[in-house]
């Protein structure tokens, strides 16, 4: 599931903002045929589509309660950034360290930096992520992550605990992924501690 805005009243100024949006998996659900003013809203913003650049007015509208003015007079890229950076404030998130993991769009971040992950790394990084630091055993991820009561006796928790590291430690001076003896795995903050 993406992330969802509604739109209202926008003219024509608004396709490429709008086609820029959903190349970013941003999908627009339009309200036809309002004679309000021209909104975008996410669950709890509500952004003002301005026809021209008119400080005054933006001034009076951001006073008013909007969270943000944007038009055809800014460049494309910075209202959609503008746009994107309240819709991902909406979204619940889990946090540990500087790795920023957004649950509605399964996006995963580390220092700002975009991490691809496939739908197993994924389920296996936001486990360990809610566990804040705490181990989590091979039998516990096959339970939890696997849907298996069983060891089937496969090296497939090693192989994608391997994979997740690569992708999420790769580049960065501390690794989070941590191979606890004994105990399991766990993602802990760069700095070693537990928690966010």
């Known amino acids: 599931m993406g992330r969802q805005l509604v739109c209202q009243g ?3 100024d608004f396709a490429p903002v709008a086609r820029a949006l959903s190349a ?3 999908q627009l659900a339009v309200r036809a045929g309002c ?3 021209p909104l975008v809203r996410t669950a709890n913003a509500v952004i003002l589509w301005q026809d021209v650049d ?3 007015a933006r001034a009076r509208a951001l006073e008013a309660g909007m969270q943000e003015v944007v038009g055809p007079w800014m460049h494309e890229a910075e209202a959609v950034a503008r746009i994107i950076r309240l819709a991902d404030a909406d979204q ?3 946090r540990v360290g500087g790795l920023t993991i957004r649950l509605v769009d399964r996006r ?4 700002g930096r975009p991490i691809a992950l496939l739908a197993r790394e994924y389920e296996v990084l936001v486990y360990l992520a809610r566990k804040r630091g705490q181990p989590a055993s091979r039998a516990e991820l096959l339970r939890a992550v696997w849907g298996l009561a069983f060891d089937p006796g496969t090296n497939s928790v090693e192989v994608h605990m391997s ?3 690569a992708k999420l430690d790769r580049g960065f001076p501390r690794p989070m992924l ?3 003896k004994g105990e399991g795995y766990a993602l802990c903050r760069e700095d070693g501690a537990s928690g966010a």
Request: aromatic share 0%.
């Open 10 to 12: 926008l003219g024509q």
């Open 24 to 26: 970013r998996g941003v």
């Open 35 to 37: 004679d309000e003013m």
């Open 54 to 56: 008119d400080p005054a």
């Open 92 to 94: 619940p998130m889990l």
């Open 108 to 111: 995963v971040e580390r220092e």
């Open 163 to 165: 994979r997740l590291r």
């Open 178 to 180: 941590r191979t606890i």
